[in-house]
């Protein structure tokens, strides 16, 4: 069960480490540092032995965990998640590295809920049955209410505010998919008179009737948008920013926020077509919503940790437009789009703690800059992430970024022009973040010293990524172009019509049971 081992690596290290620190309290950050490293060569193990055009699921471990509720512990990796699971162990390895570097009160619960936290979500990427998705989906929670509330920065009351705020806006979205996932069971073993089931790859094969799809499909959206999180349900985001420790919060803007999209591209996308067509115009909207609201934002904010989140919302609406264009194009930049603002967001964060180290402990943007030409090093480094996040021609965002534009300019012209305005005011809010900080005159607390070598290492191996990904996008293109194919083509037959759809049908030998993606032999949207 090699797959399992990989999840589980990481929370079992968090145990071990716990139990070792009863002696030696260096122990905590050495177990959860080796076990986020483990898994990250086994994450790089698969990504290198995954061919690009393989057909369903890999590495597939499929056990009944359930039997009465038709629920099995089903894990496999194809396309969609392959670069996600290496995205997720290379972003939790440098998190771990960075919170080696400081002490922690309480350092044996610290660590141990960061291990678990990993190993939920990597259980989230690597789910193929949907009550186990929405399990994993919901234990991420937990270490992160925790996290937040017991290390979070400011006072008291605002890390319980902070909490409160993101327990009820993801506990209400993870109630509303719970009911959907029940009803999706309960309702397609009902319509088409078999026994109930929760596997990915039977559900794609037992349709529900579209008024069922269009309710179960609104509940699911509501619970992704949220963990984006999307406009006008990002209501737990600023004070969540603001409180979280950094490296937590840069795994959780740097990989949580994905597991909400690549949601619809695993679940609501194949298993409601007909609801996902329905709904295109109203999704599409919501996305555009939350480039414009997040760019606009985050081009007026002077803290530097709410520049990032509000720019996130806006990078996270574009992989919501390009999800819901409804064609190769843009669903193959919206998953390449999720792997590079991952890449991007976790550095950034780091850095404005570096800065705001040599500011006096502020993270206020004003009260930075100055420290360019005596920080050489860090202002290289800056400059590559800020390049990278306005998407410039010859990054790996660039290339997101124009196949999700190309692909909602086949589907909707007019939202795709106005979504170049998003690119725009991208370049606006990310080059004043850098100016402001780097070259504006220094701040009265300003300390001017270049990157030490500890956080070198947390920083350089990750921006070599983003480097390598700007060469070589098709690292991750090729490996998931057949699944995304796979994912969006039974929505874009819905869209197209029964025509459309029929025509599919005659190319389709029949369903292949466990595939993981609904795809079916032969199948080509």
């Known amino acids: ?11 079992a290290c968090g145990v071990l480490g716990a139990i070792f620190a009863l002696r030696d309290k260096r122990a905590l950050g050495v177990f959860a540092l080796l076990g986020s490293v483990a898994a990250l060569a086994l994450a790089i193990s698969y990504i290198v032995g995954y061919s690009p055009g393989t057909r369903g699921l890999t590495h597939v471990t499929d056990v009944v965990w359930i039997s009465e509720l038709g629920i099995h512990y089903k894990l496999g990796i194809d396309g969609l998640n392959v670069m996600l699971i290496g995205l997720t162990t290379l972003l939790f390895a440098m998190a771990t590295l960075a919170a080696n570097l400081r002490e922690w009160d309480r350092p044996r619960l610290f660590f141990f809920h960061f291990m678990l936290a990993e190993s939920a979500v990597l259980g989230a990427f690597l789910a193929q049955d949907l009550a186990l998705f929405v399990a994993f989906f919901d234990l991420m929670l937990i270490p992160f209410y925790f996290m937040t509330g017991m290390w979070g920065r400011g006072p008291r009351e605002e890390r319980v505010r902070a909490t409160i705020k993101l327990v009820i806006y993801t506990l209400v979205g993870s109630l509303l998919m719970l009911a ?21 790859s039977n559900l794609q094969t037992l349709p529900l009737s579209r008024g069922s799809q269009e309710w179960i499909f609104l509940f699911f959206a509501a619970a992704f948008l949220v963990k984006m999180p999307a406009f006008p349900l990002h209501g737990w985001m600023p004070d969540g920013y603001r409180t979280m420790p950094i490296e937590v919060l840069m795994v959780f803007s740097g990989v949580l926020s994905k597991v909400g999209a690549y949601g619809f591209l695993r679940i609501a996308l194949p298993l409601y077509p007909q609801a996902a067509a329905h709904f295109q115009t109203l999704m599409l909207l919501i996305a555009l919503a939350s480039i414009l609201y997040g760019s606009m934002v985050a081009f007026t904010q002077t803290d530097a940790r709410l520049i990032a989140g509000y720019s996130s919302i806006a990078q996270m609406g ?17 998953l390449l789009q999720m792997v590079n603002h991952g890449l991007v967001v976790a550095p950034l964060l780091f850095i404005v703690a570096l800065l705001s180290r040599r500011a006096g402990g502020s993270e206020d943007v004003r009260e930075m800059g100055g420290i360019a030409f005596r920080a050489p090093v860090l202002a290289a480094l800056f400059l590559i992430v800020a390049l990278a996040t306005l998407a410039m021609p010859g990054s790996a965002n660039f290339v997101g970024e124009f196949l999700i534009l190309l692909g909602v300019f086949n589907a909707k012209l007019a939202i795709a022009i106005i979504a170049f305005a998003g690119v725009v005011m991208a370049s606006v809010y990310a080059l004043r973040l850098f100016i402001r900080a780097m070259h504006n005159r220094p701040g009265k607390n ?25 060469v070589y996008p098709q690292l991750a293109l090729r490996r998931g172009e057949d699944s995304v194919k796979a994912a969006v083509a039974p929505a874009q037959a819905a869209l197209r019509g029964p025509t459309f759809a029929a025509a599919l049908g005659r190319f389709e030998t029949g369903p292949v049971t466990g595939t993981g993606n609904g795809e079916a032999a032969g199948a080509r949207p």
């Open 446 to 470: 300003v300390e001017s010293r270049d990157i030490g070598l500890l956080d070198r290492v947390v920083l350089v191996p990750v921006v070599a990524v983003i480097l390598f990904f700007a």
């Open 318 to 334: 574009f992989i919501t437009l390009g999800i819901f264009a409804l064609n190769s194009q843009g669903a193959q930049g919206a």
């Open 180 to 200: 959907a996932a029940i009803a999706t069971g309960v309702l397609a073993s009902q319509q088409n008179d078999v026994p109930l089931t929760f596997v990915l």
């Open 1 to 11: 069960m090699p797959l399992s081992i990989l999840i589980w690596l990481p929370a």
